[in-house]
């Protein structure tokens, strides 16, 4: 099977699905001009032209609000958000309208709109380009929120979310654009809402998603080395839970570690916590672990930078300690 990056996966996904589906295009803050600012959008603009990769002036506002009316009129936009932290700019338009248009319009009418949303911390952007904001929309009604750790998954997942009737976010980590991994050829989708069991293990199970995945993937083999075998579980899907899958998992391991990025407070980690505890508590043998960043701004300083992102060696002591 080929490698290609993180990137290339995601352009390969808009190229295909544009040239399978006429009304998919793409809008964005420099995606013609510049093919966007990881190279997700190169080549684009040559192949479809700039009717269907289209820049826009700065205002996330305007550029939700026309694919919200895009979508409604037929169309099935994909609209770059340049990093994740500017939806705060435009939560009227996520929140208050492609959410709930469906239900509001009794299903009349379909909301097929992708928002793209670089996330993460990433060599010292700081506060205001660093954050990961994904659980935020998890309690949103009406959205769909996918968050890919791999090649193989940046396109599949992309491509099901072009494909789908009901709005998408799609999360995808900075640091994650320039990774290789193996991705299938042809029309290759990954369902939405549907986890993957990447290790299998007998000890404990440790759910992540995103970059941290890869953390705990190198966690696992250290622990390995000790004689914990981890079972790792990549939500991709974090709305829906996959929460059948843990519980499976759950029913083989008794432990449970779940692991983020974002902010530990509030996060997707306490919403599954507090789902195990409340439908599977009989499942453990010891007490729910979260791992998430402290609840401070990403700083701009490398060295505070360092201290509040989640390590391989942060999971690898967690996971010792519940299986003492």
Not at 192 to 219: C, F, N, Q, W
């Amino acid at each position: 099977m080929r490698e290609i990056t993180f990137s290339e996966a995601t352009l390969e996904a808009m190229a295909e699905e544009m040239a399978r589906d006429e009304r998919v295009f793409v809008m964005g803050e420099d995606i013609a001009r510049q093919g966007g600012i990881f190279g997700q959008f190169k080549g684009l603009p040559q192949q479809f032209g700039l009717d269907r990769v289209r820049d826009t002036p700065i205002s996330e506002t305007a550029i939700v609000g026309a694919g919200v009316g895009a979508a409604l009129a037929g169309m099935r936009p994909v609209v770059d958000m340049h990093f994740a932290d500017f939806i705060t700019v435009c939560m009227d338009e996520v929140v208050n309208q492609m959410a709930k248009i469906r239900y509001m319009f009794g299903g009349q009418c379909t909301m097929p709109l992708v928002l793209r949303a670089p996330d993460g911390i990433i060599r010292s952007a700081a506060a205001q380009h660093s954050q990961s904001l994904e659980a935020w929309f998890v309690h949103v009604p009406g959205l769909k929120v996918v968050i890919p750790s791999n090649p193989a998954d940046a396109k599949g997942l992309l491509k099901a979310a072009i494909r789908s009737d009901d709005p998408v976010l799609y999360f995808e980590h900075k640091a994650l654009f320039p990774t290789k991994g193996p991705v299938p050829d042809g029309d290759h989708l990954t369902p939405i809402g549907k986890a993957a069991v990447v290790r299998p293990g007998r000890d404990l199970t440790v759910i992540s998603y995103s970059m941290t995945m890869h953390r705990a993937l190198e966690a696992a083999e250290t622990l390995a080395g000790q004689g914990i075998d981890a079972e790792i579980i990549d939500l991709r899907t974090i709305s829906p839970i996959d929460i059948d899958t843990i519980y499976a998992s759950l029913a083989k391991t008794h432990r449970l570690l779940i692991v983020h990025e974002a902010v530990k407070a509030g996060g997707v980690g306490a919403e599954i916590a507090a789902r195990v505890a409340e439908e599977a508590f009989d499942l453990l043998d010891a007490p729910i672990a979260r791992i998430g960043a402290p609840f401070v701004p990403i700083p701009f300083s490398p060295a505070l930078e360092k201290l509040v992102k989640t390590t391989a060696g942060d999971i690898v002591r967690a996971a010792q300690q519940l299986c003492r």
